[in-house]
């Protein structure tokens, strides 16, 4: 499905999780502060629970393009790896 605005993905949203739609409502703007991270947090988890949830300190989480095939999971890999090495410096 096509990104069709912000006005059409809260109606979907609110079709079919309206848990989800108000807690993205409290996240942007109503209550406290507190109240707003805690909403934003929720719903980071909801949407994120299929994948096995959201990710933890020490995961990075990344997004390749449409069509990369799994070749570009070893180019991925390679470049994960780079990052968490320890430098030869």
């Given at each position: 499905m096509h990104f069709q605005g912000e006005k059409s993905v809260l109606k979907t949203i609110g079709t079919q999780d309206p848990d989800l739609l108000k807690g993205l409502e409290t996240a942007s703007g109503g209550g406290s502060l507190d109240e707003r991270?805690?909403?934003?947090?929720?719903?980071?988890?909801k949407v994120f629970e299929p994948l096995g949830g959201a990710w933890q300190p020490g995961e990075m989480l990344f997004f390749a393009e449409q069509g990369n095939g799994p070749e570009a999971t070893d180019e991925w890999e390679d470049f994960v790896a780079s990052l968490t090495?320890?430098?030869a410096c």
């Open positions: 991270i805690a909403a934003l947090r929720q719903a980071i988890d090495q320890p430098s």
